[in-house]
């Protein structure tokens, strides 16, 4: 009897920890969030702001979204666990260090040809808030 009492034990103990990651790292984000961030890319795609400030802007909504599914660590940090919620891993890595080339290695001749993938940025952006819908 007291090998079963403490069998159940440990299965609750592990559903419990289960339950704790695979929920806190899934949160839904609630349809007037993405609302919200849907209007902040559609912003900021037609705001007058230079491509390369587009890009560190839409790095930091792509992050911000991670942290409301429940990522709590900087960008760098979060895709190395590679998130469930991520399709595509290495473009989002590609696009992340875009934005710190940009941010704080760049030559001028290189930056324009940098900055033409500001867009691919926030096509992965709306893609990720579709697939959270």
Same mark, same amino acid.
């Given at each position: 009897?007291?090998?079963?009492?403490?069998?159940?034990?440990?299965?609750?103990?592990?559903?419990?920890?289960?339950?704790?990651?695979?929920?806190?790292?899934?949160?839904?984000?609630?349809?007037?969030?993405?609302?919200? /961030?849907?209007?902040?890319?559609?912003?900021?795609?037609?705001?007058?702001?230079?491509?390369? !400030?587009?890009?560190?802007?839409?790095?930091?909504? /792509?992050?911000?979204?991670?942290?409301?599914?429940?990522?709590?660590?900087?960008?760098?940090?979060?895709?190395?666990?590679?998130?469930?919620?991520?399709?595509?891993?290495?473009?989002?890595?590609?696009?992340?260090?875009?934005?710190?080339?940009?941010?704080? !290695?760049?030559?001028?001749?290189? !930056?324009?040809?940098?900055?033409?993938?500001?867009?691919? /940025?926030?096509?992965?952006?709306?893609?990720?808030?579709?697939?959270?819908?």
């Amino acid at each position: 009897m007291r090998e079963f009492i403490i069998s159940i034990v440990i299965i609750i103990i592990l559903i419990w920890i289960y339950l704790i990651f695979f929920y806190k790292w899934q949160k839904k984000i609630p349809k007037n969030k993405i609302d919200y /961030y849907k209007n902040i890319v559609l912003k900021t795609q037609n705001s007058q702001i230079s491509s390369k !400030e587009k890009i560190v802007t839409y790095d930091k909504i /792509y992050h911000n979204i991670l942290k409301e599914t429940g990522y709590e660590w900087n960008f760098w940090e979060i895709l190395k666990k590679k998130p469930s919620v991520i399709k595509d891993i290495n473009k989002i890595w590609e696009l992340h260090k875009l934005r710190n080339v940009l941010v704080h !290695e760049i030559e001028s001749s290189e !930056e324009k040809k940098l900055i033409s993938q500001w867009n691919s /940025y926030k096509d992965e952006i709306l893609k990720l808030l579709k697939w959270l819908s």
